[in-house]
T-cell receptor, first 111, second 115 residues
């Protein structure tokens, strides 16, 4: 059974710092891995999708890596800003439609 | 509309009552998904539709839960005889296809509280 774990559960850092969010999964047989951002009352927004054959994806200040063999992914946020404050969710694509989700990392960026 | 919409945004009901939650996907998206997010928990897959068909209903917690989709568009999730443990945020998402590579776009959710 696929399980997804995110560490830490919460993180508070000063503005401007670079930070890393961690995601681990128990079954390396995955389709893809995706990182989402969740803002209160606004649903989820997809940040990066890494296909199983890829090792990383970049979008602006965000970089996500994937190591299937070790069952790990990291989301790197450079030069953090207060607007980055949100809950970040990691989800593993178990099939072509089913995502298995981590519980999220709640990130607070202090001005 | 530009995005996925859900209604109502909040629903408070009494234990034992039935509730219907509605999802309007992005126009042209053939795949539609329902998830449940309980406090402090990750999202839990409930069911997905490809067109009007639901190939996988395995995530529905009990036979009190059902869902349908009509016209390849709007979907309703019905919970009969609600229980307090049904309290959660119910999220709907849609994608172009259920391909494993198409991003799922999420609605804002319906917060259900069962008293």
């Amino acid at each position: 059974k696929q399980e997804v774990t995110q560490i830490p559960a919460a993180l508070s850092v000063p503005e401007g710092e670079n930070l890393v969010l961690n995601c681990s999964f128990t079954d390396s047989a995955i389709y893809n891995l995706q990182w989402f951002r969740q803002d209160p009352g606004k649903g989820l927004t997809s940040l990066l999708l890494i296909q199983s054959s890829q090792r990383e994806q970049t979008s602006g200040r965000l970089n996500a890596s994937l190591d299937k063999s070790s069952g790990r992914s990291t989301l790197y946020i450079a030069a953090s800003q207060p607007g980055d404050s949100a809950t970040y969710l990691c989800a593993v694509w178990r099939s072509n439609y089913q995502l298995i989700w981590g519980a999220g990392t709640k990130l607070i960026i202090k001005p | 509309g530009a995005g996925v919409s859900q209604s109502p945004s909040n629903k408070v009901t009494e234990k034992g009552k039935d509730v219907e939650l509605r999802c309007d996907p992005i126009s042209g998206h053939t795949a539609l998904y329902w998830y449940r997010q309980s406090l402090g928990q990750g999202l839990e897959f409930l069911i997905y539709f490809q067109g009007n068909s639901a190939p996988d209903k395995s995530g529905l917690p009990s036979d009190r839960f059902s869902a349908e989709r009509t016209g390849g568009s709007v979907s309703t999730l019905t919970i009969q005889r609600t229980q307090q443990e049904d309290s959660a945020v119910y999220l709907c998402a849609s994608s172009l296809e259920a391909s494993g590579a198409d991003t799922q776009y999420f609605g804002p959710g319906t917060r259900l509280t069962v008293l």
